[in-house]
């Protein structure tokens, strides 16, 4: 492995492979100028050793260069076995989509086609940048994951060399430690809770256990995000605050107890508790404070828990604690690195993803699925007469209303610039059509600031339409044909949409 600095202790390294010297030049003197440390390559062979010897923190990568061409050496770089994510960049003067399709298949990140704005240049950098930062935590993120594992595996191997006496405990904490593996393991948050919840049923033998959590929002609010043993709506008004004697009792111990044992000061407490048919209370501490509350009924024996299974629940409460702040933050840096920062739609690796998964889910159960994609009309001149706020604000102006017109279901993300995608998963060619007329009357009718500067005295949108299997034989093609419709609406006056049937043979 090759060890890297953390990212944001030091200025970023950039490696640019292209063997025109004046671009390495140009390159060369901007990337310097915003403080980044730049290294260069003419021969794209040399790209893997430069890598190598170098560690950049990105690559800027020619697509068409003598000998080893930029997929090629994209595919050897991504071989590498490097201890960071390196993303990389193509560049490209050819406008042929599959180039750029093949690219991002051998495992480019983004590109950007030449002559190229610096502006949008630097914006992709860091945006590039942002996502490394984010998948590096989360690889340090298991990392810790898996020294806990490796932990636990250790307290098993101690459990298993003590005396004879202790073979009983030793099964149970054994059963434990497998159990614990499991939910450890986990970082699907909702799939988490509901394993943990099951297994302390079968660990425990009880008829009924629940888990609250402290809500994200409110975090003195603690509301039940997963139960098992309880009737439909039963818990339904189950709520816990931070300011109720049940939290600051916990607060107090910190750690395990049988409801019934509560000092006289909080007996009050119980008729709430066995009200809910809680026997058991086991807290979720992290930092010194309460995130959650582990409950537990009674036992199917309707025996009283022994000392040795309140221990054993504080241990896998504790194991629970650290899983779901791990779970917590996966989800959290899986939705940052899936998100665009400036419009909060989904990024076009969003789109690309969802794009094969829709595709193939339509060919396997015979439903179709349909693809807009659009863009805001003369934008550039709105953007360069007003300036880039007033033209990024247009761009969330306009995300707003495509994300309120859409279903639950339908994806919606920014495809590039000030183009946008929507995927509409079981929408026909009508559907997909009725739909676009309505965003783009929509957005016409929307006022926007200054608008009377565009040529036609108003900002609007041009849409394209493909539909699968109507219009393209799988997901590319899809894009191709969505994308031709939208050249096709912006060629013959804009502010239209245009179905892919009318500017392709039918197949």
Do not use: W
Not at 443 to 465: A, H, M, N, W
């Amino acid at each position: 492995m090759i060890p890297t600095a953390p990212l944001q202790n030091r200025a970023s390294k950039i490696l640019v492979v292209d063997d025109d010297i004046s671009v390495h030049r140009l390159l060369t003197a901007y990337l310097k100028k915003h403080k980044f440390i730049v290294e260069n390559c003419l021969d794209s062979q040399e790209a893997v050793e430069k890598v190598t010897r170098f560690q950049p923190d990105l690559v800027l990568l020619d697509l068409m260069m003598p000998g080893l061409d930029g997929i090629s050496a994209t595919r050897r770089i991504r071989n590498l076995d490097l201890s960071s994510y390196l993303p990389i960049i193509v560049l490209t003067a050819r406008k042929d989509i599959r180039d750029m399709v093949l690219a991002l298949e051998a495992g480019a990140d983004d590109y950007i086609t030449k002559p190229f704005e610096f502006e949008e240049l630097m914006a992709r950098l860091k945006n590039m940048l942002r996502l490394k930062t984010l998948q590096d935590r989360l690889l340090h993120k298991s990392a810790e994951l898996n020294e806990a594992n490796q932990q636990i595996n250790r307290l098993n191997h101690t459990l298993m060399s003590t005396n004879k006496k202790l073979q009983k405990k030793l099964y149970e904490f054994h059963n434990l430690v497998e159990v614990s593996y499991r939910v450890m393991g986990q970082l699907e948050f909702e799939q988490l809770l509901r394993q943990a919840v099951i297994n302390v049923l079968g660990i425990f033998a009880t008829r009924n256990a629940l888990l609250l959590l402290a809500n994200e929002q409110d975090n003195d609010l603690f509301e039940v995000v997963e139960s098992r043993g309880y009737r439909p709506g039963e818990l339904d008004q189950l709520q816990v605050y931070r300011h109720d004697k049940l939290v600051h009792y916990v607060e107090l111990i910190k750690h395990s107890f049988r409801v019934k044992e509560l000092p006289r000061e909080f007996k009050d407490i119980v008729p709430f508790l066995k009200g809910y048919e809680i026997d058991l209370v086991s807290p979720l501490i992290r930092n010194d404070n309460v995130v959650g509350l582990l409950c537990l009924g009674p036992s199917f024996k309707d025996e009283d828990y022994s000392d040795d299974s309140i221990e054993m629940l504080g241990i896998l409460t504790n194991m629970l604690t650290i899983a779901v702040h791990n779970a917590q933050m996966y989800e959290h840096i899986r939705a940052l690195s899936y998100t665009d920062g400036m419009t909060g739609l989904h990024n076009y690796r969003f789109f690309r993803l969802r794009i094969k998964e829709e595709y193939a889910r339509s060919r396997r159960e015979n439903v179709p699925v349909s693809l807009l994609i659009l863009d805001v009309d003369n934008f550039k001149n709105y953007n360069d007469t007003l300036g880039h706020p007033a033209g990024d604000e247009v761009l969330r102006k306009v995300s707003f209303i495509l994300k309120q017109s859409v279903r639950d279901n339908d994806i919606v993300a920014r495809y590039g610039g000030e183009e946008f995608a929507i995927i509409l998963p079981g929408a026909d060619k009508d559907g997909a059509s009725a739909l676009a007329e309505r965003i783009r009357v929509k957005v016409q009718d929307t006022e926007f600031y200054r608008q009377e500067i565009q040529p036609e005295g108003k900002l609007t949108i041009s849409i394209g339409i493909a539909t699968f299997p109507d219009d393209a034989i799988n997901e590319v093609e899809l894009i191709e044909n969505a994308d031709k419709a939208l050249y096709h609406a912006k060629e013959t006056g804009k502010n239209k949409v245009v179905e892919a049937q009318e500017v392709i043979k039918p197949i």
